[in-house]
């Protein structure tokens, strides 16, 4: 007779006892999934870490509009279904891939205690509603899981095909799909070869009632298959569909589907001001308080200060939730693809920008994970984000010509279907430039300069009121 725990099966004939080879099994299914989750918990360490590399921002605002925004945008995906026809297929494997996590409760219930589709019993009709609800939003997916493969590789988008798509983030766009097609195989494996044992042995493998889908596609595959080799392929599809889970959460730390988790906390945590309302700098503030005030400003200024820094020029002068943006990006392309710079040929793409961001935090990330002195600014003091200089900036990732190109219409703030702010760091980008490095296209400077000198852009010689106190006069 054929008994199955949470490994492979055995048999009571065989030399080893039930209850050593059940031991083996449940030890090898902790074992892996300790060392699996730990290792991703280390993996979400170091991101985190990354995020706070950039400075503290202040969370002001309506919490109840925040919470809005979790709901309807990161939930519901309400800018997804701008494009209806890819939000439709994308919402299908969003919310599979939520509720079929119901399914890998019981999963991690077998591989622990060793007992076979716990909940069936207990739920009686109801478990058939909810494994056959999974079941059809796995078909679903399966279907929409091929049309973004085609969508990629057949007909090739024009917004995959950017030049900052290339190499590794389009081969992550694939592979994530790749990923969800094998979990897929592995849970219609799993179920389908238990319907079959269900009539062949339902004193060991417990009635699940008819499935949507398993039912009918169960004895179609795998009808006429001796028991022996069912069993085997029963447990190939449970430890298949584990072992994506594992493969996956692991494998997110390093993906653009790190927004799977992150969507949540950034749309909360997004700009609820008015778009276009730009931000004042506290350096820009003491400046200006200076020039109004000299000697009150001089009594207050600590001489040990270093000279301020106006706008960022990598990311430890942005903000934590700049670089959140960056790691919450989908990579989709839909801010670019109405870019109006990018459509007119120019070199701006909001999509890289925060990918470029997302680049250079992963680079000081694992250059403070290396622990080499080699990248401290004081060799005597341990490596650390407020001791670290590795002679590049985000400038040797994103070009001046890039951020120029920007003309502040806010177009990706707008598309972004997660909340995203590309505008706020290629801003603050360019306050360093003009600010702190006096650099900037040709064109600019004039202006600047006689914003500076006349308080008029277009450096009449005249106060900026004398109109107004010539028309009171003629009043």
Request: proline share 5%; aromatic share 12%; hydrophobic share 45%.
């Amino acid at each position: 007779m054929a008994y199955i725990s949470a490994g492979i099966p055995y048999f009571s004939e065989n030399s080893l006892s039930k209850d050593n080879k059940y031991m083996v099994q449940q030890i090898a299914f902790i074992l892996i999934s300790a060392v699996a989750i730990g290792v991703a918990v280390k993996a979400f360490g170091k991101v985190r870490r990354n995020i706070l590399l950039g400075q503290d921002e202040a969370v002001t605002g309506d919490t109840g509009e925040r919470w809005r925004n979790v709901l309807l945008v990161a939930f519901g995906q309400r800018k997804m279904f701008k494009r209806w026809i890819p939000a439709v297929l994308h919402f299908i494997i969003y919310a599979a891939f939520v509720i079929t996590q119901v399914e890998l409760i019981e999963i991690f219930i077998d591989g622990i205690i060793g007992e076979h589709r716990f909940f069936a019993d207990k739920l009686g009709g109801f478990y058939t509603f909810v494994i056959s609800f999974i079941e059809v939003l796995s078909l679903l997916t399966f279907f929409a899981t091929f049309i973004f493969l085609a969508r990629r590789n057949l007909l090739k988008l024009p917004r995959f095909k950017k030049p900052e798509m290339k190499g590794w983030p389009s081969l992550d766009g694939n592979l994530i799909l790749i990923f969800e097609i094998i979990l897929l195989i592995g849970i219609f494996t799993m179920n389908g070869t238990d319907v079959v044992l269900q009539q062949m042995d339902p004193e060991h493998f417990k009635d699940t009632g008819t499935l949507a889908v398993s039912s009918w596609l169960g004895p179609a595959l795998f009808g006429g298959m001796s028991e022996g080799t069912l069993i085997i392929l029963e447990r190939v599809g449970w430890w298949l569909h584990f072992a994506m889970v594992l493969t996956f959460l692991n494998y997110l730390p390093y993906s653009k589907h790190l927004h799977i988790l992150l969507a949540f906390p950034n749309t909360y945590y997004a700009r609820l001001k008015p778009r276009g309302e730009m931000d004042n700098m506290d350096e820009i503030t003491k400046e200006v308080r200076s020039m109004m005030d000299p000697e009150a400003a001089f009594d207050e200024a600590d001489m040990s200060e270093e000279l301020p820094e106006f706008g960022a020029s990598d990311v430890f002068g942005l903000s934590w939730k700049n670089v959140m943006d960056a790691y919450s990006c989908t990579e989709c392309g839909r801010c670019t693809a109405v870019c109006p710079a990018n459509i007119t040929g120019k070199k701006l793409s909001p999509r890289k920008v925060m990918m470029d961001i997302r680049d250079r935090a992963e680079e000081i990330g694992r250059n403070l994970d290396s622990g080499s002195e080699e990248f401290a600014k004081d060799k005597s003091q341990p490596l650390s984000k407020d001791n670290y200089d590795d002679g590049k900036t985000l400038f040797d990732y994103t070009t001046p010509e890039e951020l120029h190109a920007c003309t502040t219409c806010n177009a990706c703030v707008e598309a972004c279907p997660v909340l995203i702010n590309p505008l706020e760091p290629i801003l603050k980008m360019r306050r360093y430039e003009i600010l702190t490095l006096s650099q900037g296209p040709q064109d600019w400077l004039p202006m600047f300069n006689s914003l500076e000198n006349s308080g008029s852009a277009w450096a009449i010689p005249d106060d900026r009121d004398k109109w107004a106190k010539e028309a009171m006069k003629e009043g």
